[in-house]
């Protein structure tokens, strides 16, 4: 007697609900495109964040809605954007593929320290410590803050303590512009050629006397490069890069110090006038550097 | 019993905080002594909280001792004035003690000088309105030469509807090693009191109390010499414990109030000052004169001739230490205090407003310090809860740094209120270098905000 009450009770209370909850989906039904569920699918779903959304179901939503092209995921391969551009019969959009780039090339064999740093090795906690020991003050620290940020593995410390960027597994998500205290990272897209490895602002021989390969503000490339795509803005050759059609490897080949680079094909061509470097180990430190 | 009922009494400090060994020894019986010239001073223009002064001179030009050779822009900021006469030898980036280059004035010192400082017309406060009181402050150049380096002027303009009824002159000096306030209480109780009235009669308030830690009972006893029992300015001891002089603190250990989360002392209508700060107010502002030099503490295992030196504005940090007999590396400098103070990166670092201490280890320590510095996994045990003065959680704080969730940080855990005393790091067993992660998890979190207020607008 007693279960046959338990049973009819809670199958009573059961069924209620249940026609509760059916009434409910039928009144409060959300009608929602299903093809985000399949564009989401499709995408790499590592929420990085490169394309603008703040995750991968929202670009999906942006996608199906027209807000974005399937193109500005850099992570899905070409391939794939292609196949989700065609599945929703979109436009792929035309993106150019980015990639951080560091202006530094101040490693631990050609950048000078003035004290040596112990502490968290974070370049966070060496900037908010004094800054760290280097001498030049706009360089790269090599605590590798960028490379933990990296979700791809795209950048490792190279011997000299500086991050390599891997082009291929860069998907230009910003983490690593974001997590640099000294701001040393941008997106730039590919063709952007000619770059300049340098980010101080002192003058010439105080340049050098930090960094064997900092740009001193000679402004042999300005002179070099036609129409005014390079200029020289605070001691620092700056790339104006609107006018970037008119690149060619010819700014690069009588700067001294090497400090601006020609990138292709994952090779960092310097010029034929830099000094070479055939130093491997770092550099002493030397507290009246 | 009794014990049990301690909490019962009024207790004259604030809760938690730790006590580290003082190390005062070094230097608290010596005098107050002045320090020669260097040959090129270095004068930052942002040696202050606030917009950079703004240059009044160019390269050759010759300026006389106290002349004003760079300009307030606006409000908040203040001028600065030439530390001796000599001549300007240009304006250009050099390194300061926080580590990125700053725009400086080099000032090539004239050795033969008398070095007279210009006069100025006389001024007395006792006439003067409360707005033209803050005006000549600001003129003054002066700012908190406990460290932070806030201007005193805006201090004495709190925001609309908040009235200053006492101010509290903090003369704790908490950080270990540093005896520049006590000094400065010692030998100058005069200027003291006088520095004490101005700020009074600027922001209109009754009394002041004139606080500092029971390990300096001769600077009591000096000041008090100089005071009348009943006037509105009275001393008064608090026990000694670290970080006794953080402005909350001593809030709470003098007046026994709390100034909330986020707030000016004006709030609770209060106004905190440096005592260093005040005596060089009442030295300058009879006088119309400006900040040209800062009593320094420098002291430490590693340094010859340890004291209390009257130091010019602008003095290269190498020069100083050359004088006093100094052989190591840039690796044993320390700008400031122990618990608090940045390690100085470079010799040429030059001496700011804000810089009342400099300590000097040795190489020894340093290698013992690098050899212990091994930092465990968080055991849990709450030894740093129980320092925390702000009464923040920095155990739980310290595991959301590891993984870097920063907004949690701030939006569950108050990591703003932190002021980074470094109570926390000093207990912690495991040796978790916390205040370090939270330095890490603020400048992300401010340069976050300003990304966002930048795409904002």
Known sequence: MNLTGALLFMGGLGLTLAVILTLANRRLF??????????????????????????????????????????????????????IADFLGVELGNEEKKVARLACAGGNHVARMRSAYHGLQ??????????????????????????????????TMDRNGLPVVDEDKCVACNDCVVACPLNLFSLQPVSHRLWVACKSLAEGDEVLADCEVGCTGCARCVADAPGGLITIKNNLATVDYTKNALASKLPIQRCPTGAIVWLQDHTVEKGAAAKRIIRKE??????TA | MFDLLKFLRPSGTFS????????????????????????ELVLPLSQHFGAPSESLVHPGQEVVRGEPIAKANGFM???????????????????????????????????????????????????MEPKAIVQAVQDTGLVGLGGAAFPTHVKLSPPQGHHVHTVLINGCECEPFLTTDHRVMLEYPEDLIRGTKILMKALGAERAIIGTEENKMDAVAAIQAHLPTDGPISVQAVPTKYPQGAEKMLAKALMGVEIPSGNFPSSVGLGVFNVASTAELGALFPHSRGVIERVVTVTGPGIEKPGNYLVPIGTPVGFILKQLGFTGTSNCLIMGGPMMGGSVASLAV?????????????????????????????????????????????????????????????????????????????????????VQYFRIAKSSLREQAARERAAAS
Request: glycine share 8%; proline share 10%; charged share 20%.
């Open chain 1, 282 to 287: 770092a550099l002493p430190v030397d507290p």
């Open chain 2, 350 to 434: 030059p001496m700011t407003k804000g810089s009342g201490g400099l300590l000097v280890l040795t190489e020894q320590i340093l290698e013992q310090q690098q050899r212990d510095a091994v930092s465990y996994p968080c055991i849990s045990c709450a030894q740093c809860v129980a320092a925390c003065p702000m009464h923040l959680n920095p155990s739980q704080l310290g595991k959301l740094a590891h993984k870097h969730r920063y907004e949690e940080m701030q939006g569950d855990f108050h990591l703003m209120d932190c002021f980074e005393c470094g109570c926390c790091s000093y207990v912690c067993p495991s040796g978790i270098p916390l």
């Open chain 2, 77 to 127: 900021s203040v001028p600065l004035h030439a530390p001796a006469t000599g001549r300007i030898k240009r304006i250009e980036l050099m390194p300061t003690a926080k580590g990125p280059r700053t725009p400086s004035i080099l000032l090539e010192v004239y050795p033969g000088d008398s070095q007279e400082v210009r006069y100025d017309a006389p001024r007395d406060y006792t006439t």
């Open chain 1, 30 to 83: 959300v009608a929602e495109d299903p093809r985000i569920d399949d564009v989401e699918e499709m995408l790499p779903k590592t929420n990085c964040g490169a394309c603008g959304c703040p995750g991968c179901r929202a670009f999906a939503e942006a996608c199906v809605a027209g807000k974005a092209n399937p193109a500005q995921c850099t992570v899905s391969p070409p391939a794939m954007s292609a196949f």
């Open chain 1, 122 to 155: 974070s370049c966070r906690a060496a900037v908010a410590a004094g800054g760290g020991g280097k001498a030049c003050s706009w360089g790269c620290l090599g605590l590798a803050d960028c490379e933990v940020s990296c979700d791809f593995d795209a950048i």
């Open chain 2, 16 to 39: 938690h905080g730790i006590h580290p060994a003082e190390n005062k020894h070094f230097t608290a019986h010596l005098p107050i002594r002045r320090l020669p010239f260097a040959p």
